[in-house]
């Protein structure tokens, strides 16, 4: 089976550290949550890192520091495991999907319910440690995290659902921190929100063919061969947005220098963008990593 021309799109790689080293038992959990490709785990923490460095307005206190880090990995882990459950049936007919835990039969899904469950007990432990309004906030994501598998069903925007959820973490920050959740905190969560759109609508033109057979839904497929245009207005939001919240928050001079910075980056990205070519995009998609890092780079060096 091909997919685009490429022979191979799978995600899970047999063979790696996963199937090396863990016991058996625990593979199809450590697959379920993500672990063994952690670079949705970074593109959710350095925007969360980023708003507790602005939030701090410096280095942010180290206990807040592990508590957002660890509710980050869960919950961009159990959304994960919700995602797969919802999709258990697609999956098994989409190149890049077909060996997933639940779509290739590895685990079941009431394994799969249980280790949910563990994933949002652990998560919600964390709240412990926040204050009544953190809390109250937190809660406020869940039904974006339970909603977003179905929207591909029904909107070609389900990125953005993803998105509004997996970033959820900026705002609670502000509420952490300060009490509050500011303009200028809002419109840099937005341009999160628009920067992910953006990189996950590159890698949604991997699945083009089969979503389209399997009557799915997604932005690349809404776009279609005017993809590079939009996303690269995604971008341009993004960076409008992170510089337009910057000054609302009294970020300094330097952080100005790390939106050029970033805004090279995202036009580089752009420019490489090639709709036909899985591989390049999935590069860039993993690019990606370094716009986060850059962002909360200029976020620190912002409070100069």
């Not at 909603?147 to 509004?164: D, E, G, I, M, S």
């Not at 920067?195 to 839904?217: E, F, H, N, R």
């Not at 776009?223 to 939009?230: E, L, M, S, V």
Request: proline share 5%; net charge positive; aromatic share 12%.
């Amino acid at each position: 089976m091909t997919t685009l021309g490429r022979p191979d799109l799978s995600d899970i790689h047999r063979g790696d550290w996963v199937d090396r080293r863990l016991p058996i038992a625990w593979r199809p959990y450590t697959r379920l949550a993500r672990l063994d490709r952690p670079v949705g785990i970074w593109l959710t923490l350095f925007p969360c890192w980023a708003a507790l460095v602005q939030a701090s307005y410096g280095l942010p206190d180290l206990r807040q520091l592990a508590i957002f880090s660890l509710g980050a990995l869960l919950m961009r882990s159990a959304g994960s495991t919700v995602n797969d459950i919802a999709d258990r049936k697609f999956d098994g007919h989409v190149e890049r999907t077909r060996f997933r835990p639940l779509a290739s039969g590895q685990i079941g899904v009431r394994q799969a319910l249980a280790f949910l469950v563990i994933q949002l007990a652990l998560a919600a432990s964390l709240l412990l440690f926040l204050t009544p309004y953190t809390r109250l906030v937190a809660i406020c994501v869940l039904p974006l995290v339970f909603v977003y598998p179905l929207c591909k069903r029904f909107t070609h925007w389900p990125q953005a659902v993803l998105r509004a959820a997996f970033n959820w973490g900026m705002l609670m920050a502000w509420a952490e921190v300060t009490g509050h959740i500011p303009a200028g905190a809002v419109l840099m969560w937005a341009g999160a929100i628009a920067w992910q759109i953006g990189y996950d609508t590159v890698y949604a033109y991997v699945d083009v063919k089969d979503d389209s057979q399997l009557g799915l839904k997604s932005t690349a497929i809404l776009f279609g061969p005017n993809g590079k245009t939009y996303i690269g207005l995604f971008y341009a939001l993004t960076v409008g947005a992170w510089s337009l919240g910057g000054w609302l928050l009294g970020m300094s001079l330097p952080y100005a220098i790390g939106m050029l910075v970033i805004a090279a980056h995202l036009a580089w990205q752009t420019w490489r963008i090639d709709l036909a070519r899985p591989e390049v995009n999935f590069g860039l998609f993993l690019a990606n990593i370094l716009t986060g890092a850059l962002l909360a780079c200029a976020a620190f060096i912002g409070t100069w």
